[in-house]
């Protein structure tokens, strides 16, 4: 097991196998995905039930919720990709920190935006400075602010530590944006699902959102190969494996 | 199917606006985390042809 995993990190270490081995993950990735996204929207849009208190509004949950939490993990994921490259030097490690944080970006804007839309009807208004929101709107500017370093610092060494390090530092907001709901007053609800109790939901609510929470995160994992395979191919343009494979085509 | 006809569908008893509001900008946020990477690589493969047809001259 523990060689097999090590084996792995080598492997996903050099940049051809990198290649290699996504490009024969993606396309389960891809499908599965989109089969749970197709699945769990129809459902979640005109198969659950309304909810008794907020009525219809509460079908946002079906992306609010998937995107908040996945932009919370993609958090996370980009902060330890820019650890293991500070503390191991793995350069490909970096390539995929930076590959998540405009996809994080957008993930935290898509929840952003529907938490908004979601608070008019629900709350009276589209935003409040409480602390769930205000930390979400924190965690957008962290990625906002790992995009900048790239786009600023010309030298790529520089570039990748820096980031890595905002990206570490600003896992503190984590444990915020989760305990927020629990530590202050806010008009944000409490978490819809936790691991360790039972849903308070009723089922045919339930289902559709773990559908497309996982198919969200299908979808993320096929965003975070594609540009981390543009980045591998741009890198190593000199190299005979990315040379035959253009000849042999790699447009897809 | 939970609504009794397509207008209650897209209506929602009023919230139609909000539900498919937040949709609509998923998707095209969705879309665009698609077609994105895509265009890159197509970008980034007809650059490196073309340095490599430069140095094959």
Redesign the interface.
């Known amino acids: 097991m523990w060689s097999a995993l090590k084996r792995l990190y080598h492997q996903l270490g050099s940049p051809k196998w990198f290649f290699e081995l996504t490009t024969k993950w993606n396309p389960w990735f891809l499908w599965i995905g989109s089969i749970l996204m197709l699945v769990g929207?129809v459902w979640g849009?005109?198969?659950?039930?309304?909810d008794y208190l907020q009525?219809?509004?509460f079908?946002?949950i079906y992306?609010?919720v998937p995107?908040a939490l996945l932009s919370q993990s993609a958090y996370i994921m980009m902060a330890v990709a820019g650890l293991v490259g500070l503390v191991w030097k793995m350069k490909m490690s970096f390539v995929v920190g930076k590959a998540i944080a405009p996809?994080g970006a957008?993930l935290a804007?898509?929840a952003l935006?529907?938490g908004a839309?979601?608070g008019?009807?629900t709350w009276g208004t589209w935003w409040v400075w409480d602390a769930r929101l205000t930390s979400m709107l924190i965690l957008l500017f962290l990625y906002m602010g790992v995009i900048a370093i790239y786009n600023a610092i010309e030298n790529e060494d520089m570039a990748n530590k820096a980031a890595a390090i905002l990206s570490v530092i600003g896992t503190i907001n984590i444990p915020i944006i989760k305990y927020s709901v629990e530590w202050w007053n806010t008009l944000h609800q409490p978490a819809t699902i936790t691991l360790t109790k039972k849903p308070t939901m009723a089922p045919e609510m339930f289902i559709p959102l773990v559908l497309t929470i996982i198919g969200f995160y299908c979808?993320f994992a096929?965003?975070v190969i594609?540009?981390t395979?543009?980045e591998i191919?741009?890198r190593e343009?000199r190299t005979k494996w990315?040379?035959s494979l253009?000849t042999t085509g790699?447009?897809h | 199917m939970f609504f009794d006809s397509f207008t209650d569908f897209i209506q929602m008893n009023g919230h139609g606006m909000f539900v498919w509001a937040s949709y609509g900008i998923a998707a095209v946020i969705v879309a665009q985390n698609f077609i994105g990477p895509k265009l890159t690589r197509k970008r980034v493969i007809k650059d490196i042809e073309r340095q490599l047809r430069r140095e094959q001259k």
């Open positions: 929207v849009l005109a198969f659950a039930p309304a009525g219809n509004s079908r946002i992306i609010h995107a996809i957008s804007i898509i935006v529907t839309i979601w008019k009807p979808w096929v965003w594609a540009r395979q543009n191919l741009w343009r990315v040379k253009l790699a447009n």
